[in-house]
C-alpha cells in the first residue's frame, strides 16, 4: 500500500489513546514511513464525508464577477497636498 500523500511505504503501527474515558483503548492503523501520514477507517470515512463536489463552469468563465474584490496597497491614491 502507497501513502496518498508522497507515496511513500505504508507500514502497520499500533495506537493507544491515553485519553480515552474507558481507559486505554488501542488501535492498529497504517503510517507512511516517509511522512508519517497516518491512515485508518475512521480517518478514510471522515474524508470520503467531506469530499465535495466542484463545480465547474462550461463557458470557462469565472463565477466571482459578482464577489467583492480585496486588492492590496497598490490599488490606494494617496492625495497630494
Do not use: W
Not at 475512521?42 to 467531506?50: D, G, M, P, S, T
Amino acid at each position: 500500500m502507497n501513502c496518498r500523500r508522497c507515496q511513500g511505504l505504508m507500514g502497520k503501527d499500533h495506537f493507544l489513546d491515553f485519553e480515552g474515558t474507558y481507559g486505554q483503548m488501542g488501535t492498529t492503523s497504517r503510517r507512511c514511513v516517509n511522512c508519517n501520514q497516518v491512515c485508518d477507517s475512521v480517518i478514510e470515512q471522515n474524508r470520503l464525508a467531506r469530499q465535495k463536489k466542484v463545480l465547474v463552469l462550461p463557458s470557462g468563465e469565472s463565477d466571482y464577477q459578482d464577489d467583492e474584490v480585496h486588492l492590496g496597497a497598490e490599488a490606494f491614491i494617496r492625495l497630494v497636498a
